[in-house]
């Protein structure tokens, strides 16, 4: 039996200098992949499924659970009478048969005290009864490199070795194939002995239609259930269950259809089955799945499960591959979190959203059907992203922070709606936050402030991002020009309006506001669509019209007033957290007004940034880091400011400025000094003794970067919200921009520390808590990945740069732009570099290559540039440390093309 053990001593939990000295010197070490095995398996849990298509959770013990594919977010649903197994007959077939579920329950009876605020380590009673019955794996060991997940299951017993690649697909550029709802699951079998093995792999569903995604589930009976069907399906290449329920209207919630399926043509099909142990029985005495009696519909109350299984016989030292496909199809998704604080008080009728896959499939088999035709393909191109993106010279834990948040986009945190239209919670439905609904997610719906920091979304499917660009400007923008931060779906309902005495105080987000013309700036960047632009430049102008009315009404580049943001209060007065903000949109705004020829608005963007650069710099720098101003006597003043205290989102600001290539926008010493005073100040390498409210994300023993901290006293009794929380989503924007300026030590430090505390043991690695579960503001890891290679990109322009911050010396990293992606390397000695640009997927095109050159290089350089040997005529220009190459014709890259090849000598 599970029993809570006794608290650990704090004392134990403290990380002393010698402690943290070796920490930092173990992080330095190369590590090749990371791998879950025991304990630290506890807490795994990838998420499998497509792009706003639902999900269910691939865990460390081998069980599927996290059942979130109904439009409704519950991290603790799960379907009994779902897993996969294997019978194994070595020789003669008069020898014993060895059964095993592909599952391990090694750590099930161990004590263990969960970490607050989490829910992925939870092992449904289900899941332990079904363990209980039949033999697992000794162990497994589990590496997730997302979006693949890889489990070698361990057991010295068999006479094979066997092991699993489980994925959905995701390719990015391609936001179709990256939205499908399934999930593929690939075992090898090796068979290591010196006799002939007979190997069946079997996989098992519960039909599930109708399900509401809430109530409990026993064995086959749910008060949701009753009228599932299910149906052999024998297609080429295709052998498995499809599952519906016609005792549901086809408009119900919960109508649709499941399906699990072989991609083989020998396989056996099990149609319904409910009793786990005469399953296993039979399977054990034939080998095979005898087919089941016609039972038609179930019982109300009650459901069928269905079960296929491959087949296979090795020889000695064979090797075989089986691929097997779960998916599903509901169609019918509805609002189903509360929108009466923006004024939708009608709560019985039923808002129509639907699915993005939708438009593409009529059911689960059409799922599965497409997964069998494309199989190569889509297996290849996940791969090939997988393999591209971990190629790297950075350190692996370091990709995977960065990987891993892209799980985020494939949970119930995020929405692709049938017409096309891609919306985001904060978080989904967790241990931490509870519903706005049925099961739904946390804070709806695309809250600014909060999307502020997601930068994942906009690289690898920019399309989708745009979309999100267009319902902020184009559907939540009030007459007067201010950009309504949180949205109400469906989108021809009325907009949020602040009436009564809702839950916040305001429907503009300054920091939302701002941030919205950034991303827009963002979306242009990085597509080089000039249509979009063009569409959504007159709100642009109204925008900016309302922020400079708003909160700059002196024009001296320094907001004042009540500025409502993402901690969820109002800053008072002067501060560099919305400031920086608003002089960032300045340059950004400058920067596309003069793309577009007006010169007027570019100036009055110019001169308002120059004016807020002066004057913070003159009056809110203390020496050491950055303050709020305010007057105390400014009525909501008196509290929840953090005034002479160290915010770490201080330069959140300037963070985007680097990530639009801005530049700096105040003094670069000033920057640097701040950072430096974050991390002095706010980075702990134990919690012990500190009190995180009003929510814990992280435990005693961990490191962390607390949101503020207050060196020099004057704390307000009722301080800043959130400032004694942990958030990765902060950690991961400090570090991007400290590496961008150079402190790359620092930088490693918090990702790291990041990384440590998502261990499998106590939290998810693909897991990031916040105010929810998988919280879209970590999705700002993106942006690390990009300042270690000092990359910039402005598709307009046709112009790609990169400058490693990290390892310059030997430098290799994933790149992408509008068209393709890939890889850029670097290498470099006393007296010239080497780079490399290869395209893995897609095309690149390209006028100028910009590359960073070593601290006092610039005047006599050769450089040349090689296409499959063949040299290129360039032309080039040496300016601030960097080297433009230029193709006066334009360049263009492909996949499966040559490489380019660029040599600087000096």
Same mark, same amino acid.
């Given at each position: 039996?599970?029993?809570?053990?006794?608290?650990?001593?704090?004392?134990?939990?403290?990380?002393?200098?010698?402690?943290?000295?070796?920490?930092?010197?173990?992080?330095?070490?190369?590590?090749?992949?990371?791998?879950?095995?025991?304990?630290?398996?506890?807490?795994?849990?990838?998420?499998? #499924?497509?792009?706003?298509?639902?999900?269910?959770?691939?865990?460390?013990?081998?069980?599927?659970?996290?059942?979130?594919?109904?439009?409704?977010?519950?991290?603790?649903?799960?379907?009994?009478?779902?897993?996969?197994?294997?019978?194994?007959?070595?020789?003669?077939?008069?020898?014993?048969?060895?059964?095993?579920?592909?599952?391990?329950?090694?750590?099930?009876?161990?004590?263990?005290?969960?970490?607050?605020?989490?829910?992925?380590?939870?092992?449904?009673?289900?899941?332990?009864?079904?363990?209980?019955?039949?033999?697992?794996?000794?162990?497994?060991?589990?590496?997730?490199?997302?979006?693949?997940?890889?489990?070698?299951?361990?057991?010295?017993?068999?006479?094979?070795?066997?092991?699993?690649?489980?994925?959905?697909?995701?390719?990015?550029?391609?936001?179709?194939?990256?939205?499908?709802?399934?999930?593929?699951?690939?075992?090898?079998?090796?068979?290591?002995?010196?006799?002939?093995?007979?190997?069946?792999?079997?996989?098992?569903?519960?039909?599930?239609?109708?399900?509401?995604?809430?109530?409990?589930?026993?064995?086959?009976?749910?008060?949701?259930?009753?009228?599932?069907?299910?149906?052999?399906?024998?297609?080429?290449?295709?052998?498995?269950?499809?599952?519906?329920?016609?005792?549901?209207?086809?408009?119900?919630?919960?109508?649709?259809?499941?399906?699990?399926?072989?991609?083989?043509?020998?396989?056996?099909?099990?149609?319904?089955?409910?009793?786990?142990?005469?399953?296993?029985?039979?399977?054990?005495?034939? #080998?095979?799945?005898?087919?089941?009696?016609?039972?038609?519909?179930?019982?109300?109350?009650?459901?069928?499960?269905?079960?296929?299984?491959?087949?296979?016989?090795?020889?000695?030292?064979?090797?075989?591959?089986?691929?097997?496909?779960?998916?599903?199809?509901?169609?019918?998704?509805?609002?189903?979190?509360?929108?009466?604080?923006?004024?939708?008080?009608?709560?019985?009728?039923?808002?129509?959203?639907?699915?993005?896959?939708?438009?593409?499939?009529?059911?689960?088999?059409?799922?599965?059907?497409?997964?069998?035709?494309?199989?190569?393909?889509?297996?290849?191109?996940?791969?090939?992203?997988?393999?591209?993106?971990?190629?790297?010279?950075?350190?692996?834990?370091?990709?995977?922070?960065?990987?891993?948040?892209?799980?985020?986009?494939?949970?119930?945190?995020?929405?692709?709606?049938?017409?096309?239209?891609?919306?985001?919670?904060?978080?989904?439905?967790?241990?931490?936050?509870?519903?706005?609904? @049925?099961?739904?997610?946390?804070?709806?719906?695309?809250?600014?402030?909060?999307?502020?920091?997601?930068?994942?979304?906009?690289?690898?499917?920019?399309?989708?991002?745009?979309?999100?660009?267009?319902?902020?400007?184009?559907?939540?923008?009030?007459?007067?020009?201010?950009?309504?931060?949180?949205?109400?779906?469906?989108?021809?309902?009325?907009?949020?309006?602040?009436?009564?005495?809702?839950?916040?105080?305001?429907?503009?987000?300054?920091?939302?506001?701002?941030?919205?013309?950034?991303?827009?700036?963002?979306?242009?960047?990085?597509?080089?669509?000039?249509?979009?632009?063009?569409?959504?430049?007159?709100?642009?102008?109204?925008?900016?019209?309302?922020?400079?009315?708003?909160?700059?009404?002196?024009?001296?580049?320094?907001?004042?007033?009540?500025?409502?943001?993402?901690?969820?209060?109002?800053?008072?007065?002067?501060?560099?957290?919305?400031?920086?903000?608003?002089?960032?949109?300045?340059?950004?705004?400058?920067?596309?007004?003069?793309?577009?020829?007006?010169?007027?608005?570019?100036?009055?963007?110019?001169?308002?940034?120059?004016?807020?650069?002066?004057?913070?710099?003159?009056?809110?720098?203390?020496?050491?880091?950055?303050?709020?101003?305010?007057?105390?006597?400014?009525?909501?003043?008196?509290?929840?400011?953090?005034?002479?205290?160290?915010?770490?989102?201080?330069?959140?600001?300037?963070?985007?400025?680097?990530?639009?290539?801005?530049?700096?926008?105040?003094?670069?010493?000033?920057?640097?000094?701040?950072?430096?005073?974050?991390?002095?100040?706010?980075?702990?390498?134990?919690?012990?003794?500190?009190?995180?409210?009003?929510?814990?994300?992280?435990?005693?023993?961990?490191?962390?970067?607390?949101?503020?901290?207050?060196?020099?006293?004057?704390?307000?009794?009722?301080?800043?919200?959130?400032?004694?929380?942990?958030?990765?989503?902060?950690?991961?924007?400090?570090?991007?921009?400290?590496?961008?300026?150079?402190?790359?030590?620092?930088?490693?430090?918090?990702?790291?520390?990041?990384?440590?505390?998502?261990?499998?043991?106590?939290?998810?690695?693909?897991?990031?808590?916040?105010? #929810?579960?998988?919280?879209?503001?970590?999705? @700002?890891?993106?942006?690390?990945?990009?300042?270690?290679? #000092?990359?910039?990109?402005?598709?307009?322009?046709?112009?790609?740069?990169?400058?490693?911050?990290?390892?310059?010396?030997?430098?290799?990293?994933?790149?992408?732009?509008?068209?393709?992606?890939?890889?850029?390397?670097?290498?470099?000695?006393?007296?010239?570099?080497?780079?490399?640009?290869?395209?893995?997927?897609?095309?690149?095109?390209?006028?100028?290559?910009?590359?960073?050159?070593?601290?006092?290089?610039?005047?006599?350089?050769?450089?040349?540039?090689?296409?499959?040997?063949?040299?290129?005529?360039?032309?080039?220009?040496?300016?601030?440390?960097?080297?433009?190459?230029?193709?006066?014709?334009?360049?263009?890259?492909?996949?499966?093309?040559?490489?380019?090849?660029?040599?600087?000598?000096?």
């Amino acid at each position: 039996m599970w029993r809570r053990p006794k608290m650990p001593d704090r004392n134990s939990c403290r990380c002393s200098p010698e402690a943290f000295a070796t920490w930092v010197e173990e992080l330095r070490q190369p590590v090749e992949r990371i791998v879950y095995s025991g304990e630290s398996l506890r807490a795994v849990a990838m998420p499998m #499924g497509g792009i706003g298509a639902g999900n269910f959770a691939l865990t460390g013990d081998g069980t599927l659970r996290q059942w979130q594919i109904f439009n409704q977010a519950n991290h603790t649903a799960f379907l009994p009478g779902t897993f996969f197994g294997i019978r194994v007959q070595s020789g003669r077939r008069a020898s014993e048969p060895t059964m095993r579920l592909l599952q391990t329950d090694c750590f099930y009876q161990t004590d263990f005290e969960p970490a607050l605020s989490t829910s992925d380590h939870v092992i449904p009673d289900e899941a332990r009864r079904l363990a209980s019955r039949a033999e697992t794996f000794r162990d497994i060991e589990y590496s997730g490199e997302y979006p693949i997940a890889r489990l070698r299951y361990v057991d010295d017993d068999l006479p094979v070795k066997v092991s699993l690649e489980a994925f959905s697909p995701l390719i990015p550029l391609n936001s179709r194939d990256s939205g499908l709802p399934c999930a593929i699951f690939v075992f090898t079998v090796e068979n290591t002995s010196d006799a002939r093995a007979d190997v069946a792999i079997v996989g098992a569903l519960q039909n599930a239609v109708g399900y509401d995604a809430g109530s409990g589930i026993s064995g086959v009976n749910c008060p949701c259930y009753g009228g599932n069907a299910n149906h052999s399906v024998r297609e080429e290449m295709i052998r498995g269950v499809a599952m519906d329920n016609l005792g549901i209207a086809p408009d119900d919630p919960g109508a649709g259809s499941m399906a699990i399926a072989a991609l083989t043509d020998g396989a056996t099909v099990l149609e319904r089955w409910t009793d786990f142990d005469a399953l296993w029985q039979a399977l054990r005495d034939n #080998g095979r799945l005898l087919p089941a009696a016609p039972a038609g519909e179930s019982p109300a109350g009650s459901t069928w499960n269905g079960a296929v299984a491959a087949h296979i016989s090795l020889a000695p030292g064979e090797t075989r591959r089986e691929a097997f496909v779960i998916a599903w199809h509901f169609p019918n998704h509805y609002v189903n979190w509360n929108q009466t604080g923006f004024g939708i008080t009608d709560t019985k009728s039923r808002f129509y959203l639907g699915n993005a896959y939708n438009n593409w499939f009529s059911d689960a088999m059409d799922v599965v059907r497409y997964a069998r035709d494309n199989y190569e393909r889509l297996a290849h191109d996940t791969r090939l992203y997988r393999d591209s993106i971990y190629d790297s010279t950075l350190p692996y834990w370091f990709i995977d922070r960065v990987t891993a948040q892209a799980a985020t986009l494939r949970t119930q945190t995020c929405l692709w709606n049938e017409d096309g239209n891609f919306h985001g919670f904060e978080g989904a439905t967790g241990a931490v936050h509870s519903a706005w609904g @049925v099961a739904s997610g946390c804070c709806p719906m695309n809250c600014t402030h909060v999307w502020n920091y997601e930068m994942t979304l906009s690289r690898l499917f920019p399309d989708l991002e745009r979309t999100m660009r267009r319902t902020d400007l184009k559907v939540q923008m009030r007459p007067d020009g201010g950009i309504i931060f949180r949205t109400v779906l469906p989108l021809y309902l009325p907009r949020w309006k602040v009436e009564g005495t809702p839950f916040e105080r305001t429907n503009v987000a300054c920091d939302g506001h701002w941030g919205t013309l950034l991303k827009v700036c963002r979306e242009w960047q990085q597509s080089g669509d000039e249509d979009f632009l063009d569409d959504l430049w007159p709100e642009v102008l109204r925008a900016v019209e309302f922020g400079l009315q708003r909160w700059d009404d002196d024009a001296d580049g320094v907001l004042d007033g009540a500025q409502w943001n993402t901690y969820d209060l109002y800053f008072h007065g002067h501060n560099t957290y919305c400031s920086l903000l608003y002089l960032a949109a300045m340059r950004a705004v400058e920067e596309m007004a003069l793309h577009r020829g007006d010169a007027e608005l570019a100036a009055e963007c110019r001169r308002r940034y120059e004016s807020g650069s002066r004057k913070i710099d003159e009056t809110l720098f203390n020496g050491e880091y950055y303050e709020q101003h305010f007057d105390p006597a400014t009525p909501g003043a008196e509290s929840h400011q953090y005034g002479t205290g160290c915010l770490s989102d201080q330069l959140f600001g300037q963070w985007w400025a680097h990530t639009l290539g801005l530049g700096h926008l105040l003094d670069p010493g000033n920057i640097r000094s701040a950072l430096a005073a974050i991390y002095r100040h706010n980075f702990r390498h134990d919690l012990v003794g500190h009190r995180q409210i009003p929510r814990v994300y992280a435990s005693d023993w961990d490191k962390g970067l607390l949101a503020a901290s207050w060196p020099r006293g004057e704390r307000q009794d009722t301080a800043m919200l959130y400032a004694d929380e942990v958030w990765t989503g902060l950690e991961f924007q400090v570090a991007g921009h400290m590496i961008a300026e150079g402190m790359v030590e620092e930088a490693m430090h918090l990702v790291k520390a990041a990384s440590d505390r998502h261990d499998g043991r106590f939290r998810s690695p693909w897991n990031e808590i916040e105010c #929810g579960d998988h919280y879209v503001r970590p999705m @700002v890891s993106w942006y690390m990945l990009e300042a270690a290679g #000092g990359r910039v990109y402005h598709a307009p322009d046709g112009l790609l740069g990169f400058d490693p911050r990290v390892n310059p010396d030997d430098f290799r990293s994933f790149f992408i732009a509008s068209e393709g992606w890939g890889t850029f390397s670097q290498r470099r000695d006393g007296s010239s570099q080497h780079h490399t640009l290869s395209v893995a997927w897609g095309r690149l095109s390209l006028t100028t290559l910009r590359l960073g050159l070593p601290e006092g290089v610039g005047e006599g350089l050769l450089a040349s540039a090689y296409i499959g040997g063949a040299e290129e005529e360039i032309e080039t220009r040496a300016e601030d440390g960097q080297l433009y190459i230029g193709w006066p014709d334009g360049l263009e890259l492909s996949a499966g093309g040559e490489a380019l090849s660029v040599r600087i000598e000096w």
